[in-house]
T-cell receptor
Framework: DVKVTQSSRYLVKRTGEKVFLECVQD?????MFWYRQDPGLGLRLIYF???????EKGDIPEGYSVSREKKERFSLILESASTNQTSMYLC???????????????FGPGTRLTVL | AQKITQTQPGMFVQEKEAVTLDCTYD???????LFWYKQPSSGEMIFLIY??????QNATEGRYSLNFQKARKSANLVISASQLGDSAMYFC?????????FGAGTRLTVKP
């Protein structure tokens, strides 16, 4: 059974703290993604990675960084957490996209982060 | 840049009736994929259906079908014979060369 796991379901941090959100997939997928989900805004892409040590900015990368040292692990880092980063964070992975090939994203359960 | 638009924040449908959820997209990629996901109140993202940009026929998966109109850049989801368990958030998404982007979602409520 395919699986994407995230390190925490719920997390509470204080403003200014450095926050690490970890995501691990066991499907040998090339691509991994971080989204944040907010009511009325849907899922917004923060960063994605199509290979080890490779990263690309999504639509809202400000205030975030990522790390992908191993193929199965993709970490999202909030260097100095702020209250406007309170959100649900979803990690996803997928196979490499070749043309119009079918390769859905598989999602983790999400981490609900609250920054006080 | 790619963009996905879902213009219906909320929809209501009577049980056993059909409902269409709208999705339009904008991309300059010649090759792309379109997806629909369901997110029930439990929070997990459930893949429903996929349409490739070069697919000639509209995709179908059980009670779900995708009304793909390439010239109009629309990819509407049709759910036939709605069930109470269909009440959820529904997201349209588009896969380009490397990334994948989602719309704002539509909250569907099925009335008994």
């Amino acid at each position: 059974d395919v699986k994407v796991t995230q390190s925490s379901r719920y997390l509470v941090k204080r403003t200014g703290e450095k926050v690490f959100l970890e995501c691990v997939q066991d499907m040998d997928h090339e691509n991994m993604f971080w989204y944040r989900q907010d009511p009325g805004l849907g899922l917004r892409l923060i960063y994605f990675s199509y290979d080890v040590k490779m990263k690309e900015k999504g639509d809202i990368p400000e205030g975030y960084s990522v790390s992908r040292e191993k193929k199965e692990r993709f970490s999202l880092i909030l260097e100095s957490a702020s209250t406007n980063q309170t959100s649900m964070y979803l990690c996803a992975s997928s196979l490499e996209f070749l043309g119009s090939s079918y390769n859905e994203q598989f999602f983790g359960p999400g981490t609900r982060l609250t920054v006080l | 840049a790619q963009k996905i638009t879902q213009t219906q924040p909320g929809m209501f449908v009577q049980e056993k009736e059909a409902v269409t959820l709208d999705c339009t997209y904008d991309t300059s990629d010649p090759s792309y994929g379109l997806f629909w996901y369901k997110q029930p109140s439990s929070g997990e993202m459930i893949f429903l259906i996929y349409q490739g940009s070069y697919d000639q026929q509209n995709a179908t998966e059980g009670r779900y079908s995708l009304n793909f109109q390439k010239a109009r850049k629309s990819a509407n989801l049709v759910i036939s014979a709605s069930q109470l368990g269909d009440s959820a958030m529904y997201f349209c998404a588009m896969r380009g060369t490397l990334d994948m982007r989602f719309g704002a979602g539509t909250r569907l409520t099925v009335k008994p």
